[in-house]
């Protein structure tokens, strides 16, 4: 089921109607004025498929690097001791470029600045065709990430803007899941084209996609209310108002531990499946596509759920989740095919905990000032996962995997003092 075909749809949150006759509440002369009709379902349900179609291409074009490491090493010549900045120059500039594009968001609105970015995306994934060198693709990669910053920021705001509160933790799931099937579809069908033709041309269809992604915006996502225009001054401090507000300093706060629990655990644990539980390469990729599938399921289910339940139990239930399944990880010594289904229950608990934050995030703030604080947050956030990923390198080699899974689990129950002590309103 995607998106699209779900008749369950909420209704945009603050759309202007396109056809004035039918926004506008109709006189009478001898009775009260008659309420404006519904809005349409479908523009919802067209929203919430571009915001899915933006994530999709986004993600797809950060996780499809990767895999393609090698075959960029032969092409380009490059020792294998470089590589990695191809995928920490993505990152840094993201974390850096989401703190402005925020603000811009909110300035440009969000229909205007998901166009003008995945137009951007797309000419910089077109450019990866000309990257004869090295440093011509880091270039496209630090490009790409600047860009990526503001289609994360954008998609996500995008349902405070459009959706109602009641509904945000089922269409935040939805369009996370655009995530979950950039791993599952995306990254084999970019190595496949890889093996087939050349490792730029993943980077080249993915830019044709992009490009879909900003004429669909244009066509389907419809105009907002304008606001009015915000300095920059006025921008920044709204930051540094949103810093000192204990509850929004603590989400912030969470959000750097869910990432930062991620950056600890991922990184390494194929690594340590490969070589403790000697598994191959292959049977590691289906482990993570089962991962995948778990992200998809519980991202849209349980997204659901926290609109029943609310955002804060979810989000505890889930860091305890996964905090639980890595600490025991290192168990798998003594039944390596258990990752097929540990790991699928890490990655689940993971996207319920982070379906119910992003929906909770958009109740934080006015609606005007969203894209400033989840900008703001997603910065924290990208620096936590690099923090993670460094802090467990680290970890890894002075005292093996099992020092990651335990500090990974760690995260979970600060995650758990935060909201109960700080994020929860009293």
């Not at 950060?62 to 900045?85: C, K, N, Q, T, Y």
């Not at 920044?236 to 949103?242: A, E, L, Q, T, V």
């Not at 990432?259 to 049977?283: A, C, D, H, N």
């Not at 025991?328 to 990655?347: D, E, K, Q, Y």
Request: overall charge positive.
């Amino acid at each position: 089921m995607s998106p699209v075909s779900d008749s369950s749809v909420p209704l945009p949150a603050r759309v202007i109607e396109k056809n004035p006759s039918r926004s506008l509440p109709k006189k009478s002369t001898d009775g009260p004025v008659e309420p404006s009709p519904p809005y349409d379902p479908a523009s919802s349900r067209k929203i919430l498929a571009v915001l899915w179609v933006l994530l999709f291409a986004t993600w797809s074009q950060f996780m499809i690097v990767a895999p393609l490491l090698p075959r960029i090493s032969v092409r380009l010549d490059v020792p294998e001791v470089h590589l990695g900045w191809l995928i920490s120059g993505y990152a840094i500039s993201l974390g850096v470029c989401t703190l402005a594009w925020g603000p811009v968001s909110d300035r440009l609105g969000r229909k205007r600045l998901l166009m003008l970015a995945s137009a951007l995306m797309a000419l910089v994934l077109f450019a990866h065709w000309w990257a004869y060198s090295y440093s011509a693709m880091l270039l496209m990669r630090i490009l790409a990430g600047a860009v990526g910053g503001a289609l994360t920021t954008g998609t996500l705001a995008a349902v405070g803007d459009y959706i109602p509160p009641s509904h945000r933790g089922w269409a935040t799931g939805w369009i996370i899941s655009g995530f979950a099937a950039g791993q599952i579809v995306g990254v084999p069908a970019g190595a496949f084209l890889s093996g087939a033709m050349d490792d730029r041309l993943p980077f080249v269809a993915l830019g044709l996609l992009m490009a879909g992604a900003a004429w669909l915006a244009w066509r389907w996502m419809p105009a907002l209310p304008p606001t009015p225009s915000i300095s920059w001054p006025t921008m920044f401090r709204d930051m540094r108002r949103h810093l000192a507000s204990p509850r929004l300093l603590a989400g912030c706060g969470v959000g750097v531990c869910l990432f930062g629990g991620m950056g600890l655990f991922i990184p390494f644990f194929p690594l340590w499946m490969e070589q403790v539980l000697s598994m191959t390469s292959q049977q590691v990729a289906w482990v993570f596509s089962a991962g995948g599938v778990a992200v998809v399921i519980s991202s849209v289910l349980l997204g659901r759920l926290s609109d029943r339940i609310g955002r804060y139990g979810l989000i505890v239930f889930g860091s305890l989740g996964a905090g639980l399944f890595m600490l025991v990880s290192p168990l798998l010594t003594h039944w390596p095919g258990g990752a097929f289904m540990l790991f699928p229950l890490i990655m689940g608990c993971a996207a319920a905990r982070g379906s119910a934050f992003r929906a909770l995030q958009t109740e934080l703030v006015p609606a005007g000032e969203l894209g400033r604080y989840l900008s703001l947050s997603a910065t924290f956030e990208n620096f936590g996962y690099a923090a993670g990923s460094a802090l467990a390198g680290w970890l890894y080699v002075a005292f093996g995997f099992s020092a990651i899974a335990a500090a990974s689990a760690m995260t979970g129950l600060i995650v758990l003092v935060l909201v109960r002590g700080v994020l929860r309103p009293s």
